[in-house]
């Protein structure tokens, strides 16, 4: 039987190659987080996005000017919505658990380079000034460790959202943390950079749904201590500020950002903070970098290194809500995420379950050079 024109057609289309850069170029427009160097242009889309002195092109007149930063911002969380392509799923259609920390990469930027920018630049200038114009002009901020708990899975093209905000500090360390939800799940009482929003509290039928369906399935089930089941995951990050080998405390980066309110003329006393370490051993030597200065070892309690910048009171179109955010409630705050966090600082201990070469090994073999 000889063949139709359409069976023809469709033989001289799988011979072509312009046939299969037609379906590369699909595949590619459906999966724009997986193409070569997406993940560089996604952290450099949150830096044109935030920094203020690099506006983002093609921002309505009306969202250029934002207000500045105050306290009522500092444990804001900033949402970020992506969603869930073929090429990160494993082979159960669910999202990869090591795709988690690089969606995790992309939403702690788009916080950082919105909060943090001014107290650096600042910091790093005093800094400067005050070892008489000698050593770095700038502060880094480096990622000093990451964990991640799953909760539930995300099938593929689910759409997702990221809520990222500072969880609390130390004198050495500020902790970021990433919760991992369903896009539309909740949605928060407004948006201080983007006041255009309207009607921000509504939820679509479309946005409850998945809502419901996790109610539903965890209705009943043993072990309900296990979180709150809205969550696909969370994640939580630290970071050190330096210049050079010198460790920059966060709360000073904090006050110079202005998200840190007057300190009280008589500041309470805080209780001993969470120990941000394993103890010191005295079998081991130490694991600190040789050379390397830490600022903190000399700091006055945390309860003293509290900002000194003006309150922003009532003016600029503040709410009486942001207004809330005293000192007190601050330091609040920042002891209960420093309370959460303390068993997760102890993981540390885990370089002595390193065998070393007292072990025998089972193998060794090679992945993908």
């Keep these: 039987m000889a063949p139709n024109k359409a069976t023809t057609l469709l033989q001289r289309g799988f011979k072509s190659l312009g046939f299969w850069r037609f379906l590369a170029l699909v595949f590619a427009l459906l999966n724009l987080?997986?193409?070569?160097?997406?993940?560089?242009?996604?952290?450099?889309?949150?830096l044109l996005t935030h920094i203020p002195y690099l506006p983002f092109p093609l921002r309505h007149?009306?969202?250029?000017?934002?207000?500045?930063?105050?306290?009522s911002h500092l444990f804001s969380p900033l949402?970020?919505?992506?969603?869930?392509?073929?090429?990160?799923?494993?082979?159960?259609?669910?999202?990869?658990?090591?795709?988690y920390l690089a969606d995790f990469d992309i939403a702690r930027m788009h916080l950082l380079t919105r909060l943090f920018p001014p107290g650096l630049l600042l910091t790093g200038q005093n800094l400067y000034e005050e070892a008489g114009r000698q050593g770095?002009?700038?502060?880094?901020?480096?990622?000093?460790?990451?964990?991640?708990?799953?909760?539930?899975?995300?099938?593929?093209?689910?759409?997702?959202e990221m809520w990222t905000r500072?969880?609390?500090?130390?004198?050495?360390?500020?902790?970021?943390?990433?919760h991992f939800l369903p896009r539309g799940a909740v949605r928060p009482k407004g948006f201080a950079f983007q006041p255009w929003k309207k009607n921000v509290a509504r939820r679509t039928k479309e946005d409850a749904t998945p809502v419901a369906a996790v109610e539903k399935k965890e209705e009943g089930k043993e072990g309900k201590g296990r979180g709150n089941p809205l969550f696909f995951a969370t994640a939580v990050a630290k970071y050190v500020c330096k210049r050079g080998r010198l460790t920059i405390p966060p709360e000073l980066v904090l006050r110079n950002s202005g998200l840190l309110p007057p300190k009280p003329q008589n500041?309470?006393?805080?209780?001993?903070?969470?120990?941000?370490?394993?103890?010191?051993s005295t079998d081991s030597p130490s694991l600190a970098p040789t050379g390397e200065k830490d600022a903190t070892a000399s700091l006055p309690p945390i309860a003293n290194l509290a900002a000194s910048t003006p309150a922003p009171g009532g003016e600029g179109g503040k709410t009486g809500e942001e207004?809330?955010?005293?000192y007190e409630r601050i330091e609040a705050e920042r002891a209960r995420g420093m309370a959460i966090m303390e068993a997760w600082n102890r993981t540390e201990l885990?370089?002595?379950?390193?065998?070393?070469?007292e072990a025998v090994a089972l193998g060794e073999f090679w992945d993908f050079p």
């Design 33 to 46: 987080k997986h193409i070569p160097f997406a993940w560089h242009l996604r952290i450099l889309t949150g």
């Design 267 to 280: 500041p309470p006393t805080n209780p001993p903070e969470p120990t941000t370490g394993p103890p010191p």
């Design 350 to 357: 885990l370089d002595e379950a390193f065998g070393g070469s």
């Design 61 to 71: 007149p009306s969202r250029t000017t934002n207000p500045p930063l105050s306290p």
């Design 79 to 99: 949402l970020l919505r992506s969603r869930a392509h073929l090429p990160e799923c494993d082979y159960n259609v669910h999202k990869s658990n090591s795709t």
């Design 166 to 178: 500072v969880l609390c500090w130390d004198r050495k360390w500020l902790y970021v943390v990433t």
């Design 136 to 160: 770095p002009k700038r502060l880094g901020i480096y990622l000093g460790g990451v964990s991640c708990a799953f909760r539930r899975e995300i099938g593929v093209r689910v759409g997702f």
């Design 323 to 326: 207004e809330e955010w005293s």
